[in-house]
């Protein structure tokens, strides 16, 4: 299953460059462990055009995933693997969410069967990356922004299978829905 990760597994702090700020949310590291108890290998796809902008080097953007495993790892939890797109939305690449290229290459490296999948996000660019490519879409609206993300959806015409209110009850909406 597929995870966003600003805004979903921590705040959004807006181009965060040093791992030392990083938070995770409260109930991301139980959603994790029910996950991945029942069998879902967790792999975190992100946008991080803070790379092309040059505002933090791609070295800060593995410290920040080491960081976020070093979190987890201490509940007993991790993200299998991290996938992100360094681009700017102007160089119109394919990985940048809501192209769906970094969840293709992500099934070929990991083997992953799509139709057993499901994806977590918090903005609109993941549901509408989800539901190209047919998953089972969860949205955890980041706190503050849920009018935002409403409008966003409803311009697209997009609508997320399940809104939830936290990473936990996300969690139990994909094993519920199987
Ligand atoms: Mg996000
Ligand atoms: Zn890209």
């Known amino acids: 299953m597929y995870v966003d990760r600003d805004g979903t597994l921590n705040p959004d702090l807006h181009y965060l460059a040093d791992a030392a700020r990083l938070e995770v949310y409260r109930g991301v590291a139980e959603g994790l462990r029910l996950l991945r108890a029942h069998g879902y290998l967790v792999v975190c796809v992100t946008n991080q055009s803070g790379i092309e902008r040059g505002f933090y080097t791609e070295d800060e ?86 009018r935002e993300i409403a409008r966003e959806l409803g311009e697209r015409q997009l609508a997320a299978d399940v809104v939830a209110p936290s990473f936990r009850a996300a969690a139990c909406h994909i094993l519920a829905h199987g």
Do not use: M, W
Not at 122 to 139: N, P, Q
């Open 61 to 146: 953007v593995a410290r920040i995933h080491a960081r976020l495993n070093e979190i987890l790892e201490r509940e007993g939890t991790r993200v299998d693997a991290f996938y992100y797109c360094p681009h700017a939305p102007e160089a119109g690449c394919a990985c940048r969410k809501p192209g769906v290229g970094l969840f293709e290459q992500a099934e070929r490296d990991l083997a992953i069967d799509r139709a057993g999948s499901a994806l977590v996000g918090d903005r609109s660019l993941d549901i509408e990356a989800g539901t190209r490519l047919g998953l089972f879409t969860v949205l955890v609206p980041s706190r503050g922004h849920e």
